[in-house]
Each structure stands twice: as C-alpha cells, then as structure tokens.
C-alpha cells in the first residue's frame, strides 16, 4: 500500500492556489501528454469557472514518488468559510500559497489561523514569483509577521519556503536554483507533511466533512478515516453528539480519491478521505462508525451566521413568465436542501407561508445562492441584506458583527476611501504605503455599514481600489448608519419603456433600464438624482401629427444604462424595496407596488 499524506491549500482568492493543483496533477501524471485537460480542472462548478474563485471544497489525489497525496482545494473567500473549517479537520498539513507581488492577504489570514489552531504545520509557497513586480522577500517577510501575530509555535513558524510559478510549472528553494519542475515542492511536502495514521486495530469511525447528492447513489458523505478499516456492504451505524443513533445500514458504496475522479473500491484504511454512501439521514457533523461504537467523534462548532436575507415568492405581474420553479414549496424545499449540505446557512421559516429568512456569512455566500438557484428555473423575491445583531450574555448590551477592512488603493483616492469609511463607522487601524504609489489601509468597521458600499468604492476610485473584508468579532452596538442618498425612479404603468421617454427623463437620473424594456407599476427603473422617490411615466411615445417640424427631428441618442448585477442590486434597495430573481432578468422593485399602499404605509409609519 502507498504511503498517504493529507494537506490542504490555503490563499486568498486570485492567488493562484486551483492553477497550482492542475500544475501539481501534471507534474504527477494525472494526466496524459496528449489529454485535453480544461484550465483550473477543479473549479467544476460553472460558477466558480465565470468567477474564478472556489466555492465548493473538493478533494483530488496525486500519485508521486510511491505516494498518495490527497489535497484538498479549499475555498479562498470567508463567505465559505463553512467550508474551510470541517476541511481543516481531515488534513496533517498545509500549504499555503500567497501572491508574490499582493502579500498575505485578510482572507488567506482567516483560514491560516484556524489551521495553526489546530497545530497544523504549514509550508509556504510564494507564486506568481516570475511577475515583473513581484517582491518575493518582502513578502516571505510579511507571512512570517502574520503567523507570528496568529501566535504560531516555534515549530510552525520554522516554516520551509517554496518559490514557484504555478502557470509555468516550476518551484524552487532559492531564487537562484533552476526552474525546471515541481519536484522541490513535493519533496518538501514529503518532509513537512506526516504519512496519514490511525489505529487500524481499532473498530470503524469516520467524522462526515462534506456532503452532496447524486442522482444514482443518493447522498454522498465525505470524511477521513480516524480508526479502523472500511469495507463494501459492512454494517455501521450513524451516530449524532445530541440524538444518538440516527441510522443503521451498510455501505453501499466505498469510492477513493484517484485524480479527479472517485473510484470505487473494496476497502479503504484508517488515514485515507473517501466518500460513502447507503445513507439517508446523516449529515456534516455526525460520525459513521462500526455498530459496536457508542461515542461520537468530536467536530469543530462551525462560526454563526451574520447576514440574513428574506427569500420570497414572486408576486409581480411578471411573475411565472420566465422561471419553471414559482410555488413556495419548490423554494422551501431547495433552500432546506442546501442548508443540510452547507453547514454554515441557516433556513427559517417566517409567519408568511412565502417568505423564508435565509442566513449566511456574507453578501458573496448568499448571492452565489441566488445565482446558483435562478439558473435552476426558480423565480424569487429578495429582501435587502441585514445583519444579526446579538445581545451580550453578561451585561445585555446590544452586539454586532464587525468585520476587517482592508482596502488597497491609488495615493489619490485615500482621502475619499477613509471619508466615506468614517461615514460608515468604520475605525481605522492601519495605514501603510504598499509601494507603486499605492497604500494600504486597515478598518474595523460593522458589517451593517458595508451593505452596497462595494460599488461606491469602485466609483470612488475609479475601479482601481481592491477591498478585502473580514469578520472579526461581535462588538458594541455603533448607533446609526445612513443608507442610500438618493430616491428611486419608479414606472407608473406597465408596458414596454419607449427611448423618447427614456430621453426626455435623463436629466432625472441615472437609468438601470434599455428602451423596450418590459416594466410594471411599481418597478424601479433608474435611480433619482435627489433623496426621494419619485414616480416616472416609461411608456411616453412621442406625439405623431400631419404638421411637419420647421427643422429635422434630431436622432435620440440615449445614454448608456446603468445595468446592476446581481450582488449590485441586492445591496443597492433600501428596506422597502425588493430584488425580483428570474433565469433571464433581474428587476428591482419596491415591495408595495400600489402607490397609494406606499402611501398609506409611509404615514402609518409616521
């Protein structure tokens, strides 16, 4: 039998970390010379393809040298952080990859310092190291400093350091060595990382990390062998730390890790990840084990949620024209199903049988949700974001969920960042030139405050600011936080918008909407120059008569639309306001269509 060595990859998004294992996959000849392999082979999901970042944590098995490393992609965002930490639990080592040119960034922070909490020992690899401006010893610098204040031991903050480019297939130790291939970063992996163990005398336990359905085997359970030895259509029994036995069955089917497929086998050993199945009612969390097991092995508790949204049933006069999937039961039953596999999303039902609060770790998790649901068919209303506060155990005092900002941008455009973030009660904490005529400035600022303030950001600085965020802790209650400064432009009718009325009302504000657009009463289709809503007539077409102008009509030329994309709209409406979701559109609306009902609820509030 190989020798088997578990690690995991950790970095921040954009890093480089699933081009690193298709290099890896490579170099182990998981693939043939001649096989067409598609480009970052492990973001599977079309989601994660078009975004470029991992979502979904996956684990592939590379052959090297007479030994099996399972490597799991772990996702680089916090708002997946669900993910990140049951994948710590499975591995004895970590890599952990950061830009040469960007440095640690807060992201590659959250999940280092949950794996140095567990005593994880990490190796460092510094891609990208072939970039004009990268600054490889600045940077080994900064990771040191990070683990350092992560209150890293000794041990892992004597960490080995890997110079590498993952796009073009080398690594090396010193910058001086010649870059021929990745053999230096898998010897140091063999050296770094300890061969897999657990007692193989003792009965089966396993601890279940991930789960996923599949059409033909049912759910599919993933997890690492703690003890023991698992073989086809054995009995075992899943235990729960608070319900006790949930089931009794056997295996059904036993599937390894072998590149990017899962294979099935007969057996598998103590130390090995595999995928089971034969299961109906074990989740993330419980342990699957032999029957003559009575305790369950110890999981992580996984950080709470911070975010919740209102997910509801479609009621616009548009509603059911483009989805397949409309009736709260379909939604009830998909959001129910996502959350049994996504540990860290909670589903609640509300008083409304069509509304249902979804909670998250962030705008990013949710939104991925919505997109991932929309091209399923369903049709959704969605709510404006908002935070869950807490209150402190021990005075009462009121608590919300601050977060670690930290903002990359051009000399010029500091002024406005840590205005508009002061604004915000935003806090700030660091402030350092980054070079290239850049600085780099830390805040701790409440989630609450950041809701829409991504593309304002992006205004402000003319798309060349980045904006990382993190959370951090709960904190003291900030006071009031103004919202949006400007109104709606809002359709009075229904019809299709006409670019004569669309040409006339341009000096109102900024349009979201094309001319021949298909709008209702009520829908929001531009946003106001001035703080209040005002309501606009669309459908105006220009008045046809037998009496000729002295002059020629001049050609409309309309100004380009402002069209918002999907986290765009979501943290654009304000509280009375809703994001209609379907396979082809995205609507913006206000959550009473009636004038006169808005009317009526804007003085009940007064």
């Given at each position: ?9 950790i ?24 096989q ?25 098995s ?5 030994n099996?490393?399972?490597?799991v ?24 990859l ?11 922070k ?26 490889v ?56 990382v ?15 990390t ?12 993933t ?41 099935p ?33 110890k ?19 548009f ?6 999937k ?40 949710l939104?991925v ?9 369903f ?16 005075t ?11 903002i ?52 402000d600085t ?70 209040n ?16 102008a002295?002059?020629?009509?001049e ?52």
């Amino acid at each position: 039998m190989n020798t088997i060595r578990n690690l995991a990859i950790i970095a921040h998004v954009d890093h480089g970390k699933t081009t690193l294992v298709d290099a890896l996959f490579r170099a182990g000849g998981t693939f043939r010379d001649n096989q067409a392999v598609a480009e970052r082979a492990m973001d599977s999901n079309e989601l994660e393809k078009e975004r470029g970042i991992t979502i979904l944590a996956k684990c592939t098995s590379i052959l090297w040298d007479n030994n099996r490393l399972n490597i799991v992609d772990t996702p680089g965002h916090a708002d997946f952080g669900g993910e990140v930490e049951r994948i710590l639990s499975m591995v004895d080592g970590v890599l952990v990859l950061v830009d040469a040119s960007e440095g640690p960034m807060p992201q590659t922070k959250f999940v280092v310092a949950k794996a140095l909490r567990q005593g994880l020992k990490p190796i460092v690899v510094i891609n990208k190291a072939d970039k004009p401006d990268a600054r490889v010893h600045e940077v080994h610098e900064e990771v040191f400093e990070l683990f350092a204040a992560l209150d890293a031991t000794d041990e892992q903050l004597d960490f080995p350091t890997i110079f590498a480019s993952a796009k073009e297939g080398w690594a090396i130790e010193t910058l001086e060595d010649p870059k021929t291939d990745l053999a230096p970063l898998f010897k140091a992996i063999l050296k770094r990382v300890p061969t897999a163990e657990g007692d193989a005398n003792a009965p089966f336990s396993m601890l279940v990390t991930t789960l996923e359905s599949d059409p033909y085997l049912g759910r599919i359970l993933t997890g690492r062998i703690q003890s023991g030895t698992a073989q086809m259509n054995m009995a075992v029994k899943g235990l729960n730390a608070v319900a006790g036995t949930l089931e009794q069955t056997r295996l059904t089917k036993l599937l390894s890790f072998r590149g990017l497929e899962r294979v099935p086998v007969q057996e598998a050993f103590a130390g090995d990840i595999v995928a089971l199945a034969g299961f109906t009612k074990v989740t993330v969390g419980d342990t699957i084990c032999a029957p003559e097991v009575t305790a369950p092995l110890k999981s992580l508790p996984i950080d709470p949620p911070t975010l919740a949204m209102t997910f509801c049933v479609n009621n616009s006069p548009f509603a059911g024209k483009e989805g397949k999937k409309v009736t709260s039961r379909l939604i009830r039953d998909r959001l129910m199903s996502e959350a049994e596999g996504n540990v860290s999303i909670k589903v609640t039902e509300t008083d409304s049988t069509d509304a249902f609060e979804v909670a998250g770790r962030g705008e990013l998790q949710l939104g991925v949700l919505i997109e991932t649901m929309r091209r399923e068919g369903f049709e959704l209303a969605i709510g404006r974001p908002r935070v869950l506060f807490k209150n402190d155990p021990d005075t009462g005092q009121l608590m919300e969920p601050l977060e670690e900002v930290q903002i990359d941008v051009d000399d010029e455009f500091t002024g406005i960042t840590v205005e508009k973030m002061g604004i915000r009660k935003g806090e700030m904490v660091d402030m350092r030139p980054s070079g290239g005529g850049k600085t780099r400035v830390t805040f701790i600022a409440p989630s609450r405050g950041l809701i829409g303030y991504q593309s304002e950001f992006l205004t402000d600085t003319r798309g060349t600011g980045i904006m990382s965020r993190l959370f951090h802790s709960y904190g003291a209650y900030k006071g009031p936080i103004g919202g949006r400064i400007r109104g709606s432009l809002i359709s009075n009718g229904m019809g299709t918008a006409v670019a004569y009325a669309l040409w006339n009302l341009e000096d109102r504000g900024t349009m979201f909407i094309h001319s021949g657009t298909p709008v209702y009463e009520g829908m929001i289709v531009g946003e106001h120059t001035r703080d209040n809503d005002l309501e606009i007539n669309v459908l105006k077409a220009k008045q046809l008569s037998n009496v000729r102008a002295s002059g020629k009509d001049e050609a409309i030329r309309l100004t380009p639309p402002r069209i918002l994309t999907l986290e765009q709209a979501i943290s654009y409406i304000e509280e009375d306001e809703l994001v209609e979701v379907t396979p082809k559109s995205i609507r913006i609306r206000k959550d009473l269509l009636d004038p006169n009902d808005r009317k009526r609820a804007s003085r009940g509030k007064e």
